[in-house]
């Protein structure tokens, strides 16, 4: 019941991101343009044939002597030899272990590149999403601007209003207008940020609202996909599997190897032909590698649980810090609703009841808490984007 509880939870906190269609296809664009993933995976392939060299039986040596006598009644002498090395048979297979294992890692570099990559690109498009949704904003309140300045002007004329009133309205509306050309600077910035992410190639992203997130209550259980899915880990938890083959290979090199041929020798009047085995026994050569590698090993597993447990406590700080600032969010947002004087502002300032410098003081104080509420809504997003990146 409980992964039946934990499935659902993960499959709605699934939907609720993948449902940023915009997002995800600019994600899609960027991993097949990207130039630094294009050069990072032809060094991949180039690291996988890198990793199968050497795998292979040594080469086979040829030899041929030729030499003369003296006196020279005895004949001329003529030697061929043909041998071929052998290691340990179970050498070959370790060496190949060793080799798929480093390629497999190399995959998992790969990964680790092209999560980082994403996230960061996602982050820029949750900038983009923010500025947008202030551009928007900012465009409302020049427009809402511009009727109040454009009425103390007529009043102006009139003689109804002076010019310090007059003067104050232009000057907000000013603000405004410098502020909405500043975040239009800001957003074609990004853009070509994320352009860059995608290889030199326009992006159309224009959404200007953040996705509400549903996060699974239970952070143990959906942390144990996220462990699986770390590629800082599965690299780790691979390097310990290689120097594992390593030393099973190592102790098969540190078997005899066999060498084995032909030899032909030819002097006058006589022939002799024959095989060649020979044996040779590694008494120093490898003498403390197996110890070396294995030292190694443990280097190794203690650092993946060092990992383990920093990667544990990074995600649970995450996953506290995104249910905070989720709740955060929902009552701002609720509270916003209930105390918006806008309508009421306006009416109290066409009445008398209040005067411009309050209306325009009130009107700022309210601003301001859209402004912070679309702060908190994209501190969420980058948050929820930091613990996705795993799933």
Request: aromatic letters at 10%.
């Amino acid at each position: 019941m409980k992964h039946i509880i934990y499935l659902i939870c993960f499959l709605t906190f699934s939907l609720s991101l993948t449902s940023q269609n915009s997002i995800e296809n600019v994600l899609d664009q960027i991993e097949k343009n990207n130039t630094s993933l294009k050069a990072l995976r032809s060094k991949i392939e180039a690291k996988k044939i890198g990793n199968k060299t050497g795998t292979y039986l040594q080469n086979p040596e040829v030899e041929f002597h030729y030499l003369w006598s003296n006196p020279t009644t005895i004949g001329n002498r003529t030697d061929i030899t043909i041998t071929q090395g052998f290691d340990f048979p179970t050498a070959y297979k370790h060496r190949n272990n060793v080799s798929d294992l480093r390629n497999l890692q190399v995959d998992v570099e790969y990964k680790k590149q092209l999560r980082e990559v994403l996230l960061q690109a996602r982050y820029v498009c949750l900038e983009l999403i923010y500025s947008n949704a202030v551009h928007n904003e900012l465009i409302m309140r020049k427009e809402h601007a511009s009727e109040i300045a454009k009425s103390y002007g007529r009043k102006f004329e009139s003689g109804e209003s002076n010019i310090l009133e007059y003067n104050k309205v232009k000057l907000a509306l000013l603000n405004i207008t410098n502020r909405l050309s500043t975040i239009e600077i800001e957003i074609e910035a990004l853009r070509s940020t994320l352009s860059g992410y995608n290889g030199g190639l326009k992006v159309d992203f224009d959404q200007s609202e953040f996705l509400v997130m549903v996060l699974p209550e239970d952070f143990d259980i959906w942390y144990a996909q996220a462990e699986k899915n770390n590629p800082v880990l599965n690299w780790i938890k691979q390097e310990i599997e290689v120097n594992r083959a390593q030393e099973q290979y190592a102790k098969a090199m540190s078997l005899p190897k066999i060498e084995a041929g032909y030899m032909s020798e030819a002097i006058v009047g006589e022939k002799f032909q024959g095989v060649i085995v020979g044996l040779s026994i590694p008494l120093w050569e490898n003498k403390n590698t197996v110890k070396y590698i294995k030292g190694n090993t443990l280097a190794y597993e203690n650092l993946e649980a060092d990992s383990k447990l920093q990667f544990y406590n990074r995600l649970l700080t995450l996953h506290n810090k995104a249910i905070k600032l989720q709740k955060s969010v929902e009552n701002y947002r609720n509270q916003m609703e209930l105390l918006n004087n806008s309508s009421l502002l306006k009416k109290a300032l066409d009445s008398g009841e209040i005067s411009l410098i309050e209306y325009i003081y009130e009107f700022s104080i309210y601003y301001e808490s859209i402004d912070n509420l679309l702060k908190m809504e994209m501190e969420l997003s980058k948050t929820v984007a930091e613990l996705n990146q795993y799933q």
